[in-house]
């Protein structure tokens, strides 16, 4: 016996009385609130929708019962609910907000997916209807920005003009030569949804009855996904929830940047231009800071056997400072530098060639007794200590070995 499928003639079904034909314990099921035990039933007759074609299943009460899930099974539908129901008569709500929301988005889906095809010759390959968002992958070539929006204002303007959607049957072939798009195999009388001069699809899904109750429809951002292009789109009080979302988050950019909500763009540009300015006279300031600092640091570096060696840890200073000290001391004669930053342990070995020492070996001596990972030439080397509080012992040794 096959369940009869209310929701086919009329997917405005809220309440309905069925028969319970069969009711056994199931799987349990894990929900929100945890595991929970469960009953397969199965009726009469139906107006809860179970999962497929994109389309999430229904939830609800079955006379006292919660509905888990509900699934379909060739000719069947199996309620999934929390508790044993006795045979005989029973009553079915639907959670309506969750079902209309479904028939919003499941139409604009139709729709969109006709306007695709229709105007960009770009056919829709499957449909998913998540949570938040709905998307549809479409084959073809990418869609240009002006084609998400075309499809988006055709979309909305079968929307305002509150076209009538209605359910057809037919056989295949009848239903081929009243233009329907897609290639059906199954057998038998089919069902078919039709929006009124734009579209006719099979389909055994839930749909409003006016492309007035869509609400709106929203085309967000366009992504590949293998050979396709996923295509993201909410209807209705999703519409509405995102937008509005949106708005909030731009407010509040707004706010952040001090400026009006339209504002926010020239506002970011501005921050990033004045950020690279900022940086780049940061980067001037440095490079006169090195030099400087190179100055006097050669000025008092005691000079033995005609070398000249700077051993410091830096504290307390700008991070990019390290680079250009270590640049403007091996620019000196005979001057070797050996410094490193306390706080994260890097070091720089730097020497101008005239000072004749490898640096390269320095550090793997240094790195016998201080573990750390780096390396470079004879005459520049960079390198980081494991342990940055041994900076300081890592320099000591360093000027050692280099004088010894
Ligand atoms: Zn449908």
Not at 33 to 60: I, K, M
Not at 147 to 160: K, S, T
Not at 256 to 273: H, M, Q
Not at 274 to 287: I, T, V
Request: with cysteine; net charge negative.
């Amino acid at each position: 016996m096959a369940t009869h499928r209310l929701y086919y003639d009329d997917s405005y079904v809220q309440n309905f009385e069925a028969q319970v034909r069969a009711c056994v314990p199931a799987e349990p099921m894990a929900t929100d609130s945890g595991t929970r035990a469960a009953w397969e039933v199965l009726l009469d007759q139906t107006a809860f929708y179970p999962s497929s074609g994109g389309q999430p299943n229904d939830l609800g009460k079955l006379g006292e019962a919660n509905i888990l899930d509900v699934r379909d099974d060739g000719e069947e539908v199996l309620h999934i609910v929390d508790r044993e129901l006795a045979p005989g008569p029973v009553q079915g709500c639907l959670l309506w907000p969750r079902r209309f929301d479904h028939m919003q988005q499941h139409t604009g889906q139709h729709l969109l997916s006709a306007m695709f095809q229709e105007r960009f010759g770009l056919p829709t390959v499957s449909f998913h209807l998540g949570g938040d968002l709905c998307t549809i992958d479409l084959r073809g070539p990418e869609p240009s920005a002006d084609a998400l929006l075309g499809a988006q204002r055709a979309a909305n303007q079968i929307i305002f003009e509150d076209r009538r959607v209605t359910v057809r049957y037919g056989t295949a072939d009848q239903l081929a030569r009243l233009g329907v798009r897609k290639e059906v195999e199954r057998e038998g009388i089919l069902r078919a949804i039709e929006i009124e001069d734009a579209d006719l699809q099979p389909c055994g899904g839930t749909h409003v009855k006016a492309t007035g109750q869509i609400g709106m429809l929203l085309v967000r951002r366009c992504t590949k996904v293998r050979q396709d292009f996923r295509v993201e789109f909410a209807c209705g009080s999703r519409a509405e929830r995102l937008a509005t979302a949106e708005f909030a988050l731009l407010r509040a950019l707004g706010d952040r940047l001090s400026c009006a909500p339209e504002e926010s763009l020239a506002a970011v540009e501005k921050a990033f231009a004045e950020r690279d300015a900022n940086f780049k006279a940061l980067r001037g300031a440095l490079q006169q800071l090195a030099e400087a600092r190179a100055e006097l640091l050669a000025g008092s570096a005691a000079g033995e056997g005609g070398l000249r060696v700077v051993a410091e840890v830096l504290r307390d200073v700008h991070t990019e400072l390290l680079l250009p000290l270590a640049t403007e001391l091996a620019k000196k004669e005979h001057t070797v530098a050996l410094l490193a930053l306390e706080v994260s342990g890097q070091l720089v070995f730097a020497q101008h060639p005239s000072a004749g020492k490898d640096l390269a070996a320095l550090l793997k001596q240094v790195f016998a007794t201080f573990p750390g990972k780096g390396g470079g030439t004879h005459d520049f080397v960079r390198a980081k200590l494991s342990e940055p509080s041994s900076s300081a012992s890592a320099i000591a040794l360093a000027r050692k070995l280099l004088l010894g």
